[in-house]
């Protein structure tokens, strides 16, 4: 079989069976659950697209994830709520009230703009300087997100986010990240993107714009970003600016370099196996907390433990738990006697 | 303007510019050698942080107390080189950048967790809650506090830096690594000292930004490591003079967007001058002040 199919196959076919197990199961924490991995899964590829080609890590993806729940908030939200989550409102804003679908939409296209139009000039850069403007500019989204209380209701929980995301909707929007991410990957743009990050200079001279290229990867991870943004706004449904920080930035990230930044099966790998892992330890958390063990609430173990096994990782193996190649040649590995490590990437 | 303004103005920046350049001094120095941003830089300000308010207490004068947590600081920078650097130097840029982000993680959470979410407040001695009058002005004595020490500290470095085999070796091995190896300079030695540099940094600046907040919570060191960010970039990521200009020039901007700026742009402060870092990075990728010619990373 082609291996390009099965590659497609095995980054989708997990979202598909945790479908089906959600809806046989039916448990109201388990569909939760499943929805917020399928969410984390468009935003870990969305960074997969920008950071595993080009070779450049990029903080400001959060940033973007903000951009898409805050517009998308905005304008589904209908009018008798919005004089009151948001009375500071401009007034042409106040009779806007769009189908959630369009807004989700629209918040996409809003991030991958804002990228578009930020983004360009700092493409330029590579290495250090290249992350710490990204960090820059998460700064820079922080700041206007806490401050323009027009339309964010300022460092203060924005509610009233009108609930549309099922778990049908966030499966299905992820398996199309999961095929985009892998379609991007194996495109022209990905192909000479992957040769820049091997060697600049020997790229540029085959004649790949480098500029370009980075900047067209960086405008799909946004929208990816945007788009994982609204859906996630309206599933929870009511949040603050800090949703969008450090925080949510080391988990994305976590699971991305956990499950291996350079591959799309990767990615998929590291959402699972690590959402898999958070949720057992938050339900031992709980458990002790529950239990009254000791005498303060026990908080952040969970990161402590992300961060450990982030550490162990990256000692033992740089490139993620798969670090080249895609599940497709990973698969041929019992059939194929050899040649596959040349193909491989 | 009259005097008293100036001298107010002055100070402000001056005082300001001290903690600045102290703390980007403290980045810049593993930057120099490794090429790399640390950013576990600003939990070693949290470890003496939390070091002053555990010996809370104890019968041991401040200024023991201090050493002790700066001590603290120093061997956190060490740990971070053997933690999250030393294991992963071989491998890629990003690789050492997401294991410095982990690293600080794991420490914010281990105060999250085994001490408490909450800020807590740390003794401070008598000196730093009073103030002198000068010209009319009530300057509180903390801040003169603060611009000695960073001064002295800022000469002894340059001392060190200048007239030591180690500053020697220690600016030989920034400018090319690979060489200063090949003239016998012990590489690891070279970086741990760095790292123990830099946590030596760290904890003077958390006493002296500690006796401005009076409380520290696990957060603490996310304002220093973004400082100095600002500040390394404004006066050039390579040079250690930069850091120190940088420093004092990002004091004098913070300090007259505070007197200038009016209230409802004031709270966007943060966003101008991080589209200033952006800018400059642009115009000047190298920063104001170039520093040595360098080879690869290696």
């Not at chain 2, 830089?41 to 019968?59: D, F, K, Q, R």
């Not at chain 2, 959470?109 to 730093?128: D, G, M, Q, T």
């Not at chain 2, 030695?189 to 006493?207: D, K, Q």
Request: positive net charge; charged residues 10%; glycine residues 8%.
């Amino acid at each position: 079989m082609n291996r390009h199919l099965v590659t497609l196959i095995c980054i989708t076919l997990p979202v598909v069976l945790l479908v089906i197990a959600a809806e046989l199961i039916d448990d109201r924490l388990l569909t939760r659950l499943a929805t917020t991995l399928c969410i984390n899964m468009i935003l870990v590829l969305g960074l997969q697209i920008f950071t595993g080609n080009s070779g450049i890590l990029s903080f400001a993806h959060i940033g973007f994830m903000g951009i898409g729940a805050y517009t998308s908030a905005v304008i589904t939200m209908p009018a008798r709520l919005k004089s009151m989550a948001l009375p500071e409102l401009y007034p042409i804003m106040q009779g806007v009230q769009l189908d959630p679908l369009v807004g989700m939409a629209i918040g996409g296209v809003v991030a991958a703009l804002v990228a578009a139009i930020v983004a360009y000039p700092l493409m330029r850069l590579s290495d250090a300087a290249a992350v710490i403007t990204s960090f820059a500019l998460l700064m820079i989204l922080h700041t206007i997100m806490v401050h323009w209380s027009e339309v964010t209701n300022g460092p203060r929980t924005l509610f009233g986010i009108v609930e549309a995301t099922t778990l049908q909707l966030a499966a299905a929007a992820a398996v199309v990240a999961a095929i985009g991410a892998y379609w991007f990957k194996e495109s022209r743009v990905g192909i000479l993107l992957r040769a820049v990050r091997n060697d600049e200079v020997a790229a540029a001279a085959i004649g790949a714009h480098i500029p370009l290229l980075r900047w067209r990867a960086y405008v799909l991870s946004a929208f990816y970003a945007g788009i994982g943004g609204a859906l996630w706004a309206h599933f929870i449904t009511s949040f603050s600016p800090n949703a969008f920080y450090l925080r949510e930035t080391f988990v994305i990230l976590g699971m991305l370099v956990i499950g291996g930044p350079a591959t799309v099966s990767g990615a998929v790998f590291g959402v699972f196996s690590v959402t898999a892992v958070f949720e057992g330890l938050r339900a031992l958390e709980k458990a002790i907390n529950a239990a009254d063990l000791f005498s303060s609430t026990v908080v952040g173990l969970t990161e402590i433990i992300l961060a450990l096994v982030m550490l162990i990782v990256l000692i033992l193996r740089p490139g993620g738990i798969i670090e080249r190649n895609e599940f497709g040649t990973l698969a041929r590995w019992p059939f194929m006697k050899k040649q596959n490590s040349s193909r491989g990437e | 303007m009259d005097v008293g303004t100036i001298l107010q103005f002055t100070l402000d920046v001056l005082n300001l510019g001290s903690l600045y350049a102290l703390m980007a001094l403290g980045l810049v120095v593993i930057y120099g050698i490794l090429k790399l941003v640390n950013f576990a830089y600003g939990e070693l300000v949290m470890v003496a942080g939390y070091t002053l308010y555990l010996l809370n207490g104890s019968p041991l004068p401040w200024l023991i107390m201090a050493l002790v947590a700066v001590c603290m600081a120093v061997i956190g920078g060490i740990t971070t080189d053997l933690v999250a650097f030393r294991p992963v130097r071989a491998n890629s840029l990003t690789a050492m950048l997401i294991t410095s982000f982990a690293f600080s993680t794991l420490l914010q959470n281990a105060a999250l967790l085994f001490i408490s979410p909450r800020a807590r407040n740390v003794p401070l001695p008598e000196i730093f809650t009073q103030s002198v009058t000068m010209l009319g002005v009530i300057i509180p004595v903390r801040n003169l506090i603060t611009i000695a020490s960073a001064f002295i500290l800022l000469g002894a470095f340059t001392l060190v830096m200048k007239r030591t085999v180690l500053g020697m070796a220690l600016r030989a091995a920034a400018s090319n690594f690979t060489m200063a190896r090949m003239v016998g300079i012990p590489a690891n030695f070279i970086i741990t000292v760095a790292f123990a540099i830099s946590g030596l940094f760290a904890g003077v600046v958390a006493m002296l930004w500690l006796g401005r907040i009076g409380a520290v919570v696990p957060g603490i060191g996310l304002e220093p490591l973004l400082v100095a960010f600002i500040a390394c970039v404004i006066g050039g990521m390579r040079s250690l003079v930069g850091a120190v200009v940088g420093g004092y020039l990002l004091a004098l901007i913070d300090v007259s967007f505070n007197y200038a700026l009016p209230p409802d742009l004031l709270s966007f402060r943060d966003a101008f001058t991080f589209t200033m870092v952006i800018v400059i990075l642009l115009l000047r990728p190298s920063g104001l002040i170039k520093g040595p010619d360098t080879g690869k990373r290696t």
